[in-house]
């Protein structure tokens, strides 16, 4: 008999940045569109955050003069440098003069009850002009839609990853992920106080959502 494998843990992923970018179609043009739309929002002098900010590569690579770059994490990837935190997010946040708010495939792992508090404090922390990027993995409100562009992402995964691979990983992250349906999200984000919202980006279930403070 085999022994049985570890449950899924993102802690224990070699080359971590790797394998999202394998994980998830387009993942790179993602990362490009969000290099270029929070170049619009930046202010000198002010804070930018990721949420969930993992390796903190992404964080670290941006450059823009004077910022604050703070990263807050709870994993042991998280680098042990200045400006990255290490703290649990279904805890209540501080975010202070920020003019950036990046959530980048962390909402979907928190607490259901604790994801309107996680946007109200975004919300709040963000400077008048301010903007969060949000992306989820979303539910489709039509089954089929549903199943359509799930099979579809895993014809893309099976690319990169055995079939044994992608049904344990699934399995796994039943305990630990929960996504919202579209409408979910948008709801939370209007109730958290948010004047402007749109969509930018998709990939299958995946999406990319910006929300402006007024």
Request: overall charge positive; glycine content about 6%; some cysteine.
């Amino acid at each position: 008999m085999s022994k049985s494998k570890k449950p899924f843990n993102f802690n224990n992923i070699d080359n971590f940045d790797e394998h999202i970018n394998k994980s998830i179609p387009t993942y790179s043009n993602l990362i490009t569109s969000i290099r270029s739309i929070i170049s619009y929002f930046y202010v000198e002098n002010s804070s930018i955050y990721d949420l969930g900010c993992s390796t903190g590569k992404f964080l670290e690579s941006l450059d823009f003069k004077g910022a604050k770059k703070i990263g807050i994490d709870n994993s042991t990837l998280l680098p042990k440098k200045l400006g990255f935190i290490n703290k649990d997010l279904n805890k209540s946040l501080s975010i202070k003069n920020a003019s950036i708010v990046l959530s980048i495939f962390t909402m979907q792992f928190l607490d259901p009850k604790q994801r309107q508090r996680f946007l109200n404090d975004i919300y709040n922390g963000l400077d008048s002009g301010g903007v969060l990027i949000l992306t989820e993995k979303i539910y489709q409100e039509h089954g089929k839609i549903q199943e359509i562009l799930s099979f579809s992402h895993y014809e893309h995964k099976v690319k990169h990853f055995t079939a044994d691979e992608i049904i344990k990983k699934e399995i796994d992250l039943r305990l630990i992920m929960k996504p919202n349906k579209e409408s979910e999200i948008l709801s939370k984000l209007k109730k958290a106080g948010f004047d402007y919202v749109s969509t930018f980006w998709q990939m299958y279930n995946f999406k990319g959502f910006i929300a402006i403070k007024k």
